[in-house]
């Protein structure tokens, strides 16, 4: 089956400590379901998803995000004015898609050497950790400075942590009081001020099981790149960039579209 078109390849990685959840967020993203039980990543995972960016599209999921999300204030904001017929109403372009290829590195120590190199040439990463491990936030710290030693310096960084089903779960005790954040080792304000201290575009908490946040955490990474690529800060004939436009047959790569809504499938392929 032939993918529909796309205009662009952006490279992702997902990096963090091993059991954070990133092999079930990138599942959730691209099949849409659930494991309970999956192997620990030995090197690199690879999956893929095509999704709209820029408007219509953007201009239609301004509250993508719950409120278990925040992102710096001077943040641009997706460009404005769009007709009800799937065109800007200021230049008539048409829906612009994105194929998101996307990289599952492992956390294990053991693989650090290998995951490392996968840094180069990404345009976007998910720094995911466990709320409900304190360890896998304080390692944040060292994970995103070996990504920003390696990779390009326009790289589009989000902060995930994941696993919010975990202290959503809510029980009464014998006090009659709520123990639903019993198991949170992280506080929300603590990691949205690492965020801002640290110059990450956003921090998100999801839910990988519930599926609660993941599209818009994966959705606020490609549209902060497709801002980049309209204001000229990628060349998208070097690889090296994280993100190319269409070559020739570009209409006719092989894989399943899938919407910012839903749907199930990916496609192997190398780095973009």
């Not at 659930?34 to 239609?60: A, C, L, M, N, Y």
Request: charged residues 25%; aromatic residues 6%.
């Amino acid at each position: 089956m032939s993918s529909p078109p796309w205009n662009y390849i952006a490279k992702l990685v997902c990096i963090g400590d091993s059991g954070c959840g990133k092999s079930s967020l990138t599942i959730r993203l691209c099949e849409g379901r659930f494991s309970p039980q999956h192997d620990v990543t030995i090197g690199v995972e690879f999956g893929s998803r095509i999704v709209p960016v820029g408007p219509p599209h953007s201009k239609r999921k301004t509250n993508t995000l719950s409120s278990s999300s925040f992102e710096h204030q001077n943040s641009p904001s997706a460009p404005s004015n769009f007709s009800g017929d799937g065109k800007n109403a200021n230049t008539d372009d048409e829906q612009k898609h994105m194929k998101l290829s996307l990289w599952d590195t492992a956390g294990q120590e053991i693989y650090k050497s290998v995951t490392r190199s996968y840094f180069r040439g990404a345009s976007g990463a998910l720094l995911v950790f466990d709320i409900t491990r304190r360890a896998t936030f304080v390692h944040a710290t060292d994970w995103l400075n070996d990504l920003r030693a390696i990779a390009e310096p326009d790289i589009v960084v989000i902060l995930v942590g994941n696993k919010l089903d975990c202290v959503q779960s809510e029980t009464i005790g014998e006090s009659g009081t709520s123990d639903n954040n019993d198991k949170r080792e992280v506080t929300f304000a603590e990691a949205q001020e690492w965020a801002q201290k640290n110059g990450v575009l956003q921090y998100v908490e999801t839910s990988a099981k519930s599926g609660e946040n993941v599209e818009a955490a994966f959705m606020r990474v490609a549209e902060r790149i497709f801002e980049n690529i309209n204001a000229g800060k990628y060349d998208l004939n070097d690889r090296r960039s994280g993100v190319k436009g269409p070559g020739p047959g570009a209409s006719a790569s092989r894989g399943v579209k899938l919407t910012a809504d839903g749907g199930k499938g990916s496609s192997a392929g190398g780095c973009c």
